[in-house]
């Protein structure tokens, strides 16, 4: 269990502001929702978090220690699924021990039976349990990324980070996806902190969120008090039309977060490992 402190925040890219003195604490154990339109810096957000990205002022803490570089106590869910096409379901759930173990391990799949049931476990989370050796391309989108939130359960995490996990899926999938995102970061105990542009999805999911607009945070709070007056200040009127009707996917900004594309593996074995 872990609560994060964020404190005075800001990113610039050259003369952009990503980030602009952003502050908030997310309580251990708390499902919450960073919203916010394209380009209003949630990616950068989460990859500060996770110690992707550098700050350039202010500090992220978890349990009061700074976060400076990638942490195993910290699993993050890519935009783009951050898996391998080539590899069953099972085995790119089991590459998320990478993280903890370390690479050589994970790629000669030198696993030990306590990872492997982590990898069905994680996989029984999601609800893929019986999809456990399909190789992930022969998958849909929403599966495909519930292979992501087992892969990120795998790495046993105390915070769960996910860039927006649905931006690519249909409405449809993406509720299930978002379903399947609550219940394990509850089962869990998990402190999960997931980016999203829908409104409606985040209404859904959400208790507790932060709103964020060109680097700022304009909205912290809990359900109650999310109402139609934060989100008009959150999207332009054209933004917030094309939220609403749930439209699809809304094309991002340069991200760069894209993690391995699920058809960009081929050079990791693809051998499948047998779940036991
Ligand atoms: N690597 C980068 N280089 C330059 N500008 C960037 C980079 N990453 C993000 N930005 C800019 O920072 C702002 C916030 O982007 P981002 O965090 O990706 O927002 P969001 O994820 O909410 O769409 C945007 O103006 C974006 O163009
Ligand atoms: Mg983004």
Known sequence: MAYIEVDGLSKRFGRTQALDDVSFEIKQGEFAIVLGASGSGKSTLLRCMNGLTEATEGEIRVDGERITEPHPDIAMIFQQHNIIGQMSAYSNALTGSLQRNGVLESVLQLNDEADKILALDALETVGLLDEARQRVRRMSGGQQQRVGIARALVQQPEILLADEPVASLDPGSSQQVMGYLLTASKERGL??????????????????????????????????????????????????????????????????DGGTAASGGSEVASDEVKPQ
């Not at 945070?217 to 332009?236: I, T």
């Open 191 to 256: 402190t999960t902190l997931v980016s999203l542009h829908q409104v409606n999805l985040a209404r859904q999911f959400g208790q507790r969120f932060i709103g964020l607009k060109d680097g700022r945070v304009v909205f912290d709070g809990y359900s109650e008090d999310f109402d139609l007056a934060v989100v008009d200040d959150l999207y332009d009127t054209a933004d917030t039309d094309m939220m609403e009707t749930d439209a699809g996917p809304v094309a991002d900004g340069a991200d760069g």
